[in-house]
Each structure stands twice: as structure tokens, then as C-alpha cells.
């Protein structure tokens, strides 16, 4: 990837050894990324299916996949961002097991790779609102899936 | 279940169908047995093993499982708990889908049921501190697994 979109952290995180089942770290609320809790929930998505283009106006979000394999492709259309028109694609799993924040104001889409449970954890700063999201149809925003 | 330890909490969570990937609540701010925000973290047991009595001082722990099956037992010992010697035990999976609330003070000890990954998550009020728990053996405390 040439350049992370302002605002967009990838974390690496631990991962501890434990003979009757590892433990996976997610977020402390010391970590970057942390901006104030609101709720965590999980979200899965079949294999090869998309959840098309929502923008928070308000919500961080922060990511985590500790079951399967999920892509994300975010878009910056922001009108005084540094990055703006730029798009950042990561792909998330326990393999490769990371923490991805995206900052409110950025579009954000994602696809199903595993071929079984594909689930991911987010750590958002405010409660699901509907009034504060923005969903837009796949086609509007052209990318190579 | 005759009685439930005192301070612990059993709560029914939504499960939102969506034909791409369905969508499960874990916590909310608002929701009954929060009690701030620490770390969330998951921990996995594999099929059959117990990890064995752990008490927090200070943290109270939110558990909720995604994916496989877990056991939990708790055993109240607390010198001034209305509850003082009772066990409680639930199991915890997608089909069942909730979450248990266990506040400070208690053991808690846990066994995988399913036979492939058994997760869990837990929203805690404080991050991992390993001076504010207790763990003892297996057998320091007597149920029948």
C-alpha cells in the first residue's frame, strides 16, 4: 500500500500461547485507536458476499477478525483530507491478526474470504444509531473487487 | 437453577438476521451489567479442558460467546453474599445466545464443549492486571465437571 488514509490505524496485535486455548487481545482502552466506548458488537459475512459502502459520521469503529478472513477496502472522499480520493484495501484474520481503526467520514465496504465463519469484532465509540450512518449501493463507488 | 449468584446477570442478546452475514450484540454502554470500559479480549478452550478457578478483585466480567460451546461455573464464597455457597453454572453458545455478567469477588472456572474452536469474549471494566486476581487448582474447590 502506497499510503494509509489520515486517520486509518493497522495495529498489530498479541496473540498468547495457552496449551487449553489461546487468548487474543482487541482493545484496551489505552491503545490507539481507543475513542471512548459505546458498544461492541459482531458482524459475520459469507464467503465472497459484500456488505456495501457505509460512511459514520460520528462512529469509529475498530476492527478485529478472530475467525476467518474478511477485506476491507476503505475509500477517502473527505474534501479537506490530505488523502482524499485515495483507497486502502486490508484483509483481516487470526493468521494475520491485526487491529484496523477507521476514523468517522470515510467510506467503508468489506468481503468475505474464508470459506467458513467469517467474523469480525467492533469497538465503536458510540451506540448503533441509524440517524448518524450513511449506506450507499456497491455500483457507486467504483473498485476492483 | 434454583438461584442466581448475587451480583450475577444472565441477559438474553439479539441476533440480527442479514442475508450476507447476520449481526450479534454483545454490549452496549447502556446495557445492564456494564460497568466501564477496560479491555475487550477473547479467549478460546479447547474441547474438554477446563481452565481452571480464577477471582478478580476489581474486574467484572462480561462474557459472551460467539462461536462453539462454553461452560461456566461460579462459586460464590464471599463471607457476606446472601448467596454465600452457591454455584451457578451456564453454557454459553451462538444457540443460546447470551451474556453472563459475573462481578468481582467470585471464582469462575470454564470448559470447552464443542468439539472444534469454543471463543469467547470478554468486555471487561479494567485491562489485565495480573495483581488483581486469584487463581488456585482445580481441585481446590470441589464440583463435578
Redesign the interface.
Known amino acids: 500500500m502506497d499510503k494509509v488514509i489520515d486517520g486509518v490505524f493497522y495495529t498489530n496485535l498479541k496473540q498468547i500461547y ?1 496449551p ?11 491503545d490507539i485507536g481507543f475513542n471512548g ?10 464467503y465472497g ?3 456495501p459502502w457505509k460512511k459514520h459520521l460520528h462512529m469509529t469503529l475498530n476492527l478485529v477478525v ?2 476467518g478472513c474478511i477485506r476491507f477496502v476503505i475509500y477517502d472522499d473527505r474534501e479537506k483530507s490530505p488523502t482524499k480520493g485515495l483507497f486502502n484495501e486490508f484483509t483481516l484474520s487470526p493468521e494475520k491478526y491485526c487491529r484496523l481503526t477507521v476514523p468517522p467520514g470515510v467510506w467503508m465496504a468489506f468481503q ?1 474470504v474464508g470459506r467458513e ?3 469480525l ?1 467492533n ?1 465503536a465509540n458510540l ?1 448503533h444509531d441509524p440517524n448518524e450512518m450513511v449506506r450507499i449501493d456497491l455500483e457507486e463507488i467504483k473498485y476492483g473487487w
Chains 1, 2 share one sequence.
Open positions: 495457552n487449553k486455548g489461546d487468548v487474543f487481545h482487541a482493545m484496551k482502552q489505552s466506548f459505546g458498544e461492541v458488537y459482531f458482524s459475520s459475512i459469507h458476499d459484500i456488505k478472530p475467525i468475505g465463519l467469517n467474523l469484532l469497538v451506540e
